[in-house]
């Protein structure tokens, strides 16, 4: 039987509640696409650490350990081996560098989903893998998951020792681990769900009553017709394909054009802002038309609500300056830090929009831009800033910073959230290239700042950010079409 992924989540949400029933998750091949061992992997050899006889042994033992029928603990012993000497805290680094880099770009954007409606309906929610915890950890904390069931490396005075303390959690072994959690923490298995993609998981998945073979290895897939075990199948992360690498050249292109008509437009009527607001609207249209890339908006009314206002927004990716562009269309700039001023994108936009530019190096020369654009804000232009300062590797919020809320209260104007869904989809933080695809945006209420003080805008800061994150959690099932 197959079942789609809104229709598991809906029957999560209409189900039980309670931290009694469980939800397991795989993670290579379930959570993320492929295998994260291959990203570690990847990287040690990139970085030198890892040489050809080491390499030639892994690429044996995989084979040997999951087409031949040998040993999986194999290909385990050799990794823990390669890691004999190391201290846990050079390893926690080493997974948060590689999930920013590498792994964030491979998690399955309807995963998140389902791991967001267990939680939402208050269960137990475990990464349960064979993998390491430096692998999981970064994963699970950007999914909000707490509990993580995996291979544990053993380590003495503070060092690994090149072995594993509990043995690696590979079938029957990882059904027993979960078995185990299940009766510490007072699971009823019963009522509890699995999700795994491998033959491996075959023992893991017959453990729990409510078991989903996802996006699942042949064998696994005879398994679950012969238990009659769902197949749900989600959608992989976007990999750019020609209409992506043909669509961004044409966007690129269309941005150029966009912007050099409305410097011309403005040369022509002598009205400087009247040729950078055609611009703008029509640089950032051209460039989502080119590149397949279509908005539905929530709450449109409040782009023009009030202004001037300092507009925030959430960043996920390159594709975040197009579509704002498209939101805002005029009599706005931004506020960007002095970095991006080398960026060859940025080099015509930087020239048309005249952004403030903030050197946040130097507390002195940064106080003096903002006041610049305090005044610039009095004067009747609107600000965008994005208060997150860099493009964030998943949805998941980073922290906000105070300069625009700092900016907002000192020129008394309100500040207008404006919620990025899934931008990362379609052009993943440090992809160059743009998918086709549809991006989803709720503009919320404006929310005025007079009566904020220095003594509370901290307060004020976490519950603006609050609101972004309650958006993203509970998104608008109904949009319109812009």
């Known amino acids: 039987m197959n079942v789609t992924a809104a229709e598991v989540t809906a029957a999560v949400l209409a189900g039980d509640t309670g931290p009694r029933v469980g939800a397991f998750f795989d993670l290579d091949g379930t959570l993320v696409r492929g295998y994260t061992a291959n990203s570690v992997y990847l990287e040690r050899v990139r970085r030198g650490e890892a040489g050809p006889l080491e390499l030639a042994r892994m690429i044996v033992a995989a084979v040997d350990g999951t087409l031949l029928g040998g040993d999986p603990e194999a290909i385990g012993r050799i990794g823990f081996a390669s890691l004999r000497g190391r201290t846990p805290g050079e390893l926690a680094a080493a997974g948060e560098r590689l999930f920013a880099e590498k792994i964030a770009g491979t998690m399955r954007p309807e995963a998140r989903d389902l791991v967001r409606a267990h939680l939402r309906a208050g269960h137990t929610v475990v990464v349960a893998s064979s993998a390491t915890r430096w692998q999981i950890e970064p994963v699970a904390r950007d999914l909000g998951i707490t509990h993580v069931v995996c291979t544990e490396l053993e380590e003495a005075d503070g060092v690994l020792t090149g072995r594993s303390s509990t043995g690696m959690?590979?079938?029957?072994?990882?059904?027993r681990a979960v078995r185990a959690f299940a009766r510490t923490h007072g699971i009823d298995l019963e009522r509890s769900y699995g999700y795994a993609n491998g033959p491996e998981d075959i023992a893991f998945l017959g453990s729990v009553g409510r078991p989903y073979a996802l996006n699942p290895h042949p064998t696994l897939r005879r398994a679950a017709a012969e238990f009659g075990w769902p197949e749900l199948t989600l959608r992989e992360p976007r990999s750019p394909g020609l209409r992506a690498y043909l669509g961004t050249l044409a966007g690129?292109?269309?941005?150029?054009?966009?912007?050099?008509?409305?410097?011309?437009?403005?040369?022509?009527?002598?009205?400087?802002?009247?040729?950078?607001n055609a611009g703008i609207g029509l640089?950032?249209?051209?460039?989502?038309?080119?590149?397949?890339?279509?908005?539905?908006?929530?709450?449109a009314e409040n782009l023009e609500k009030v202004r001037p206002a300092v507009f925030v927004a959430n960043h996920q990716s390159t594709l975040d300056v197009l579509v704002l562009g498209a939101l805002l269309r005029h009599d706005f700039t931004a506020v960007t830090k002095k970095e991006a001023r080398f960026d060859p994108r940025m080099a015509v936009i930087g020239a048309v929009l005249d952004p403030a530019w903030i050197d946040r190096s130097h507390l002195d020369s940064a106080k003096k831009s903002l006041d610049a654009v305090v005044r610039r804000l009095r004067g009747g232009e609107s600000i965008l800033i994005l208060p997150e300062g860099t493009r964030m590797p998943t949805p998941t919020l980073g922290r906000f910073k105070k300069g625009a809320f700092h900016i907002a209260r000192q020129a008394g104007v309100p500040i207008v959230p404006i919620v990025l869904r899934n931008t990362g989809e379609l052009a993943w933080r440090r992809s160059l290239f743009v998918n086709p695809g549809t991006v989803e945006v709720a503009v919320l209420d404006p929310i005025t700042t007079g009566d904020w003080t220095d003594g509370d805008l901290d307060e004020r800061i976490a519950a603006v950010r609050q609101r972004f994150a309650d958006t993203l959690e509970h998104w608008p099932a109904e949009v319109s079409v812009r």
């Open 169 to 175: 959690l590979w079938g029957e072994p990882k059904a």
């Open 252 to 276: 690129l292109a269309g941005v150029n054009a966009g912007l050099a008509t409305g410097v011309g437009y403005g040369l022509l009527t002598g009205d400087r802002r009247l040729g950078v």
């Open 283 to 299: 640089s950032a249209d051209l460039a989502l038309a080119f590149t397949g890339v279509k908005l539905q908006v929530v709450g």
